[in-house]
């Protein structure tokens, strides 16, 4: 790759990651349980994961990750990435560039990455792919998740129609948008709005990897715990380095959920919840 245009993408990066990496503000004042926050690398196996999280985003792009990581290692190359291309609902229009197995059972189209809200019982509570998440839309539905309102993980949080299958997008959004729809819709062909499909559904299990090469389950490491997963690229592949710069955006992004809500240094808000029915934190 050109230097030039490889330093650009680290410098964007970099830029982009400290402006996004602002804190994420509680609403309630009530005590509320720890955020299971877990980085999920996609890559051949662990050693290569671990090498390319040090080497490639710690050491070249000077990112800070602090979050749990586990393994998905069954990375496997389909194609070359670009370093501009163009998805239609969540899907590349020159093809699939990988495949791993929680890419395929989650259908989360080989995106170079995907963020992913889930609940105690592991129902899939919200989703993004995109780079420019609003903090306090996430706020709102971990903080409501781990206030377990009403004792049924309830949620306020609609996020509209969503812009394809990158957009912010919550259960409730999901469920609203079924209920105005009345009569009968003729269908020709994609639209604008476009639901990812497990939103709502329970989380399936598979095998993941420690950075160590231990082994462990996607259900192990949810743990019964509100929980944020962020699947990411790191496979030794150089085309790695065309998906760095958003990748590297996100995971300041989930580093910044990680300290407010997963170490718990969030200042509690103002308001008390009081059909709150928090589970002591697992320590």
């Not at 602002?22 to 980085?39: A, M």
């Not at 004792?151 to 306020?156: L, S």
């Amino acid at each position: 790759m050109n230097r030039v245009f490889y330093s650009v993408l680290c410098l964007s990066a970099i830029v982009t990651a400290s402006v996004l990496g602002q804190d994420f503000e509680r609403y309630s004042k009530n005590p509320i349980p720890k955020l299971n926050v877990v980085g999920i690398a996609l890559s051949s196996d662990a050693s290569t994961a671990k090498s390319v999280i040090d080497d490639f985003y710690r050491k070249q792009m000077r990112l800070t990750l602090e979050f749990p990581i586990c393994v998905d290692a069954t990375y496997k190359k389909l194609g070359e990435q670009k370093a501009f291309d163009i998805s239609l609902f969540g899907k590349s229009v020159s093809g699939k560039k990988y495949f791993t197995v929680s890419d395929s059972l989650l259908e989360l189209n080989a995106n170079p990455f995907t963020f992913l809200i889930i609940d105690r019982t592991k129902r899939i509570r919200a989703f993004s792919q995109g780079m420019m998440i609003d903090p306090e839309h996430v706020s709102k539905v971990v903080e409501e998740l781990l206030l377990n309102l009403d004792g049924k993980e309830n949620i306020t949080e609609d996020s509209g129609e969503p812009n394809g299958a990158e957009g912010w997008q919550t259960d409730l959004g999901k469920q609203n948008a079924k209920k105005e729809k009345k009569g009968f819709t003729l269908s020709l062909g994609p639209k604008k709005e476009l639901w990812y499909a497990q939103l709502g559904n329970q989380a399936p299990d598979f095998e993941l990897q420690t950075l160590d090469g231990g082994k462990t389950t996607l259900h192990s490491v949810l743990d019964g715990k509100v929980s944020a997963l962020f699947f990411w690229l790191a496979p030794t592949d150089p085309d790695i380095a065309l998906v760095g710069a958003g990748t590297g955006i996100m995971t300041q992004f989930v580093n910044s959920l990680y300290h407010a809500y997963g170490l718990g240094e969030a200042k509690p808000g103002d308001e008390e919840v009081k059909n709150a029915t928090p589970e002591p934190t697992k320590e």
